[in-house]
């Protein structure tokens, strides 16, 4: 069992930049390949940012490449998500995952992750 905590969430300017963190506990946190997603009010939940359990690879979305990073500090058990220059329509709350065994091809499908953090609130104002 793996338990997920997200924070970094809040209010800021188009323009601004949050980092959002998730903390993990409950098994080894380098087992695992993390991902960050989040769900805008009325569509469904949609791939952020994944990053391998070594953190030597990381995946991304076409919408935030080059603007989001994700990056893990094992000895911390913690991921993060780095969002600079942010819009608008980056508005949502983002959850982190996991799950059991790595992630094989597609890192997009919710239903692949077993474990699911309560998300955090991240508002983006024009």
């Known amino acids: 069992q793996v338990q997920l905590v997200e924070s970094g969430g809040g209010l800021v300017q188009a323009g601004g930049s949050l980092r959002l963190s998730c903390a993990a506990s409950g098994r080894t946190f380098s087992s695992y390949d993390m991902v960050w997603f989040r769900q805008a009010p009325g569509k469904e939940r949609e791939f952020v940012a994944g990053i391998r359990r070594n953190g030597l690879s990381t995946y991304y979305t076409d919408s935030v490449k080059g603007r989001f990073i994700i990056s893990r500090d094992n000895a911390k058990n913690t991921v993060y998500l780095q969002m600079n220059s942010l819009k608008p329509e980056d508005t949502a709350v983002y959850y982190c995952?996991?799950?059991?065994?790595?992630?094989?091809?597609?890192?997009?499908?919710?239903?692949?992750?077993?474990?699911w953090g309560q998300g955090t609130q991240v508002a983006v104002s024009s």
């Open positions: 995952a996991t799950r059991e065994g790595p992630v094989l091809t597609n890192w997009g499908r919710a239903s692949s992750y077993d474990y």
